[in-house]
């Protein structure tokens, strides 16, 4: 829906507000203005996009409307005047500023496309209204601005970087009205630097467009330009190159990205790093440290990152397009070895003992019934041998049937296959499982490490993930949270990640927790070190992540870098980069938890069976004791 926004009071109250407003031009003057705005306008603005008239009170509504009468939009027109003479934010005229700023950004917002058109001769009023605009999003870069003005060059150079980030043209009028010509700043020079003339008008020629007025300024810079970036390590994407001087670099995916869009964009770059090591994240007084906080205070013009995106930082930069999406894995060490001495119940998983005992059980019922059915019942003793001749099979002992029970040897012969079977399994098992080491890898999921006191964790100081981790007010999160303020949390830089892992997780009961693909950096780091693989990853994947780069807020940049981004991850290449990047990426990445060996049983494989014979020892003098007890009582 378009709201039309038509400010006609201008034009009904004309005849009578001609004395009232103010006039830097004689009424004949001003009439002389109409053609060069006419021409200007039709030709360079979208004529099917709404206008919008932003005047501090130096043009007179006969002027206004006459202007609005030959440019009329199909859109609609919105006519916005504030007068004073300072416009200062604490001042009356800096506050109606504000005011007219916001109510023009919601029709801005509401229409199909917009022009503004700003006419004053007062450097105050264009200085504010330049920097008013900018700070409340009333030209995004869709929206042109055309400054009309009869201000020399020079009186004009606080609006120079308005107008090199905005889609904007100055409109220069002569002092007699008969010539003018037409101005755009191009973005990232000095500010001494030369308007670029790109039209020019006169009453006898007309318009003279000499180059397009309102270029796309930041597709490329044709005469270039030289950005300051953010960086810090950050495994695989970037890793810093010391040298010997003050100089530094990085290498990388993201120095590999950055390179390809300084050249397609004809730009330089150096680099910076900040100076307390930290990606950013929002301080308790509101401000930001790290890269994010240089980026939002505008220190540098970019961040490399890549940066994990989240409202908190949105609020202050803006992010390019998805280049990656990573998800947060937990890194331990490895346990040593361990035998297992409970190794001989492993041959069988715990359903196979409940079955057989179930299986058992099924048999010596059966004999039972079919012996109560045959009506041949064994005497005495006779009756409880033939009951445990069924468990006598079990443990490979001998059993007798008595003569004349056919039923019971068909019986008893099909228990035998299957305990031959299980017994013949059982022990070729067995025999290769004693020579199995156990290598503990305790720690699968967040709720494993919150579950073991004992267990502390590393993060990333002032990252995306510990901001959740610190933002969340329920879950296993935060737990985690709590974890930390009772101290069972590390903060580290990315730059100490390999000191982490030798002083602390190697030893364990320490956990590293960071991004899949720098776990299969530290891991492939390691190996190529020591030729072993000490550490493991969790199961579990948590916290996924998109990362970009960050730019200023706002700053048409930023959209400029979005289209080569797209280009460049839809092609594979960054993905291919970091593969490329990462050595010995995948001989760790699922290491056995399991391995075998080859040596002499001791009595650290075998205690199991000797404390399990030794337990029925007991339990059977128990048994023995019981029973003499029952004895003597009945006697």
């Not at 900018?134 to 009869?150: D, E, K, S």
């Not at 950055?258 to 307390?276: C, E, G, H, V, W």
């Not at 969340?472 to 737990?479: A, I, L, P, Q």
């Not at 390691?526 to 780069?549: H, K, Q, V, W």
Request: glycine share 8%; net charge positive.
């Amino acid at each position: 829906m378009v709201i039309h926004l038509t400010l006609f009071l201008y034009m009904v109250l004309a005849s009578l507000c001609d004395g009232l407003l103010p006039a830097s031009l004689p009424r004949s003057g001003e009439e002389k203005m109409l053609p060069v705005l006419h021409e200007v306008v039709g030709t360079v603005l979208d004529a099917q996009c709404s206008i919008f008239i932003v005047t501090n009170g130096n043009t007179t509504a006969t002027t206004i409307s006459k202007f609005l009468r030959r440019n009329a939009s199909p859109r609609g027109v919105g006519v916005f005047e504030v007068p004073g003479s300072d416009y200062s934010p604490r001042t009356t005229g800096g506050k109606e500023l504000q005011e007219v700023i916001q109510t023009a950004r919601k029709l801005r917002e509401s229409s199909w496309c917009v022009n503004v058109v700003v006419l004053s001769d007062d450097p105050a009023f264009l200085a504010s209204f330049a920097e008013s605009s900018l700070r409340g999003r009333l030209l995004v870069w869709a929206t042109r601005l055309l400054v009309v003005t009869r201000l020399p060059l020079q009186e004009l150079r606080q609006l120079y970087q308005a107008l090199s980030l905005t889609n904007s043209a100055l409109l220069v009028l002569g002092q007699d009205l008969l010539f003018a010509s037409v101005y755009v700043q191009l973005p990232y020079r000095p500010s001494s630097g030369q308007l670029q003339k790109v039209a020019s008008w006169s009453s006898r020629g007309g318009l003279v467009l000499q180059q397009q007025v309102f270029p796309d300024k930041f597709s490329r810079f044709p005469e270039g330009a030289s950005l300051t970036v953010a960086a810090e390590e950050y495994i695989p994407h970037v890793e810093v190159v010391e040298s010997p001087g003050p100089p530094f670099s990085f290498i990388g995916p993201m120095a590999n990205l950055l390179d390809i869009l300084a050249k397609s964009m004809n730009f330089t770059y150096s680099f910076q790093r900040p100076p307390d090591g930290a990606w950013g994240g929002r301080l308790p007084d509101g401000s930001y440290n790290g890269m994010v906080g240089m980026v939002s205070r505008k220190e540098v013009d970019l961040g490399l990152g890549p940066f994990g995106m989240s409202t908190v930082r949105a609020a202050v930069v803006d992010f390019t397009k998805p280049i990656l999406i990573d998800y947060a894995r937990i890194l331990g060490g490895k346990g040593r070895a361990e035998i297992d001495p409970w190794g001989f119940l492993l041959p069988l998983t715990p359903e196979v003992w409940a079955g057989l005992a179930a299986l058992g059980l099924l048999v010596i019922l059966t004999v039972a019934l079919l012996s109560y059915l045959s009506g041949q019942r064994l005497p005495g003793r006779g009756s409880r041998n033939l009951y445990f001749a069924v468990v006598r099979t079990l443990l490979i002992q001998d059993a007798k049937v008595p003569k004349g029970r056919r039923w019971e040897r068909v019986l008893l012969a099909g228990w035998m296959i299957v305990t031959l079977v299980t017994v013949k399994s059982y022990a070729g098992n067995l025999m290769s499982l004693l020579a199995v080491r156990h290598i503990p890898q305790p720690y699968q999921s967040v709720r494993d490490v919150l579950d073991d006191a004992s267990c502390t964790m590393i993060w990333e100081a002032n990252t995306a993930y510990v901001q959740f981790v610190e933002s969340v007010s329920s879950g296993t999160f935060h737990e985690v949270s709590k974890a930390g303020e009772a101290g069972r949390i590390l903060y580290k830089k990315s730059t100490q990640y390999q000191d982490a892992i030798d002083s602390f997780v190697r030893s364990r009961p320490y956990v590293l927790i960071l991004e899949d693909l720098t776990h299969k950096v530290l891991m492939g780091q390691d190996f190529s070190n020591t030729g072993r693989c000490d550490f493991y990853t969790s199961r579990e994947l948590f916290l996924p992540f998109i990362f970009a780069m960050i730019g200023q807020k706002n700053h048409p940049l930023v959209p400029a870098l979005n289209k080569r981004i797209t280009a460049i991850t839809e092609a594979g290449l960054y993905t291919h980069w970091v593969e490329a990047t990462i050595p010995n990426s995948t001989t760790c990445a699922r290491p056995p938890s399991k391995i075998t060996v080859t040596s002499s049983l001791s009595l650290a494989n075998l205690w199991g069976m000797f404390a399990l014979l030794l337990g029925g020892q007991v339990l059977g003098m128990l048994m023995l004791a019981l029973e003499i007890s029952i004895h003597w009582l009945s006697c």
